[in-house]
């Protein structure tokens, strides 16, 4: 069993309105240091299958196929056997 661990952000060629909400918000709250504000989504899918290459190829299909768009969002991952790492 393998567990990935996926980041997917839009691309900072796209404008981003809710993380502009929230960069407004947070300068409300008086954080006036805070100069850009990106929100993305975190994804963990659990893989069972008997290698790390098969999860890694799996991972990547299913970001290409449903969770990222490729045309606004960049993604990257990180592939762990179940057990390591913690």
């Known amino acids: 069993m393998y567990t990935s661990k996926i980041n997917i952000k839009i691309r ?3 404008l981003d309105p809710q993380g502009k ?7 409300s709250l008086g954080f006036n240091s805070v100069t850009d504000t990106r929100i ?4 963990e899918l659990k893989i069972d299958t008997l290698s790390e290459e098969d999860a890694k190829k799996i991972t990547e299909e299913t970001c290409r196929k449903l969770l990222a768009n490729p045309v606004m ?3 990257e991952f990180v592939v762990s ?3 390591e790492g913690k």
């Open 21 to 27: 909400a929230v960069e407004h918000s947070l300068k």
């Open 73 to 75: 969002e960049d993604y």
């Open 81 to 83: 056997k179940d057990g």
């Open 40 to 43: 993305g989504k975190y994804i």
């Open 12 to 14: 900072d060629t796209i």
